[in-house]
């Protein structure tokens, strides 16, 4: 995904009332932007650290920037904005980049289905003698030392909701697919947050043991490109 134009940098002030934080710029002057992340964001926020944000050109926006990357605590980056993961799993798979989800002729987006009044992120069709795909994404930000990353970072019945949603795809026949996205340059592996969210880690266990296949992929980021590169390994 290029970022046309380039993100603009700043040094990064606080975050606050969850959907902004003030960035102050090279020359001095402070503005506010739009956090576009619901989550905890937690090992993310270092206040006076570098940070990279997009600038929109529609003109009913409130506050036309957008916090995209930021620089955690221990000096890694992290995409921040979670409204670019499905996007960015989307240019993934059309590029060739996700080997487990390539000959479908078919991807769409936000594909209603099962039986919780749930939509997919992709919905992948069109591969002949093969079943659909369904392919719920998860953005990765959390970060612990020696390279963990964990999902998620505040607990998520939503997320939970999406599992039962996948594994009841597996039992009609269809194939399902939980894949994590990861914007963080330090994680090395991905697990469930068994101490943040039980609930969630326990369901994902019984969904793979039922055949939800599980994969994690990482992102470079700069201020010119986001892009997912290479897989990572998954624990569960």
């Not at 995409?79 to 000959?103: C, D, K, P, S, Y």
């Not at 994404?137 to 020696?146: P, R």
Request: charged fraction near 25%; charge should be negative.
């Amino acid at each position: 995904m290029q970022c046309q134009p380039k993100l603009e940098q700043g040094t990064l002030l606080k975050r606050y009332k969850r959907f902004l934080a003030d960035v102050r710029l090279a020359d001095g002057s402070e503005i506010t932007i739009h956090c576009p992340n619901t989550g905890s964001m937690r090992a993310c926020l270092a206040e006076g650290s570098p940070c990279w944000f997009s600038t929109s050109d529609n003109p009913k926006r409130k506050y036309p920037n957008t916090w995209e990357i930021a620089t955690t605590p221990a000096g890694h980056l992290a995409g921040v904005n979670t409204g670019r993961a499905n996007a960015l799993v989307a240019e993934a798979i059309e590029q060739g980049v996700i080997a487990e989800l390539q000959g479908y002729p078919q991807l769409k987006t936000e594909v209603r289905y099962g039986e919780e009044r749930s939509r997919i992120d992709i919905f992948l069709s069109g591969r002949e003698g093969e079943p659909d795909c369904y392919v719920e994404v998860k953005n990765v930000t959390l970060w612990e030392e020696g390279g963990q990353g964990l999902f998620p970072d505040s607990v998520s019945t939503r997320g939970t909701k999406h599992l039962r949603e996948l594994a009841l795809m597996v039992e009609q026949g269809q194939r399902a697919v939980l894949l994590f996205c990861v914007q963080h340059s330090g994680i090395e592996t991905v697990s469930p947050a068994v101490e943040i969210d039980p609930e969630y880690a326990n369901t994902l266990r019984e969904v793979a043991a039922k055949g939800v296949e599980v994969y994690a992929y990482q992102a470079d980021l700069s201020a010119e490109e986001i892009v997912l590169r290479r897989p990572l390994p998954v624990v569960i």
